[in-house]
């Protein structure tokens, strides 16, 4: 069993930035992707961007040059670094570990972009 907890999320402006956080409570051992979806209020859950066991890295459209993923093994973290905020971007943002035959979720960090 993995449990993962998120950190980082608050209120910034407009074009401001933000770092997420993601720890797992265990290293993982074989082939695994990491991955950040966020869900807004009266919408559904939506892919944000995905890290592979491999290095391999994803990004959902919308967030194509202003987000990075990134990770630290040694530390079992993933982070999401956000850029250029927008007040779309609002939403909770979650943590997911994909294991292929399992998969967890964290509980998730809210973020707010706002003037």
């Known amino acids: 069993q993995v449990q993962l907890v998120e950190s980082g999320g608050g209120l910034v402006q407009p074009g401001g930035s933000l770092r997420l956080s993601c720890v797992r409570s265990r290293t993982i051992v074989g082939i695994y992707t990491m991955a950040w979806y966020r869900q807004a209020p009266g919408k559904q859950r939506e892919f944000v961007a995905a890290i592979s066991s491999g290095g391999s890295r994803n990004f959902a459209d919308f967030v194509k040059g202003r987000f990075t993923i990134s990770r630290d093994n040694a530390k079992n973290t993933v982070y999401l670094q956000m850029n250029s905020l927008k007040p779309e971007d609002t939403a909770v943002y979650y943590c997911?570990?994909?294991?292929?035959?399992?998969?967890?979720w964290g509980q998730g960090t809210q973020v707010t972009v706002s003037s």
């Open positions: 997911n570990l994909d294991l292929g035959r399992l998969g967890y």
